[in-house]
């Protein structure tokens, strides 16, 4: 659906669309991904693009987590976790997160980083809280259960609401990434 621009009262014409935040860049971060992780960027890249969404947010990384990284969905006890994740997402553009479209997604739980464009803020932040957390872990680059780690403790981004909805503890989630694959 295209959106009318308002004219402001000195004549600059503006979207009423929020605009997207900055968020990393290839050239900033592809020494910093592993290469799941950059598969999963350009996922979720794509399927922003293809719902017309002007940002990619958390639901689009974890979308594509989901669908992309052997390790994420081995984190989640059983199938059927993954499944009902992967129905809701995918809902999304029909039903399910509608009340998304048009809106920027900024959960205000965490610092809020703004370098890359395309992103919203929560889904940039998140990044980088995954990127922190893999020097942590004596990493030079970010790994997909990074990034799955620091959506699970953004309790207000829409990753968060999707695991909820889908039964999912996102306290439990982190607490088992934390504890390793033998937590």
Do not use: K, N
Not at 121 to 134: G, W
């Amino acid at each position: 659906m295209l959106r009318p621009y308002v004219a402001d009262e000195v004549g600059v014409v503006h979207s009423p669309t929020p605009a997207a935040q900055p968020g990393p860049t290839s050239a900033d971060t592809d020494d910093r991904l592993s290469d799941e992780l950059t598969s999963v960027v350009a996922g979720a890249r794509r399927r922003a693009v293809r719902d017309g969404d002007g940002q990619i947010d958390t639901a689009h990384l974890l979308h594509s987590l989901l669908e992309s990284d052997p390790a994420v969905r081995e984190v989640f006890r059983g199938g059927d976790q993954v499944a009902r994740l992967l129905g809701y997402l995918v809902q999304r553009t029909i039903g399910y997160g509608l009340q998304w479209q048009g809106t920027v997604e900024d959960s205000g739980a965490v610092p809020v980083v703004r370098e890359a464009a395309g992103w919203s803020p929560a889904a940039a932040t998140a990044m980088e809280a995954a990127l922190e957390r893999a020097v942590r872990r004596g990493e030079q680059r970010a790994a997909g259960i990074d990034l799955l780690a620091a959506l699970a403790r953004d309790s207000e981004c829409r990753a968060v609401d999707v695991l909820c909805r889908a039964g999912v503890d996102p306290e439990a989630l982190a607490l088992r990434i934390e504890q390793g694959p033998q937590g």
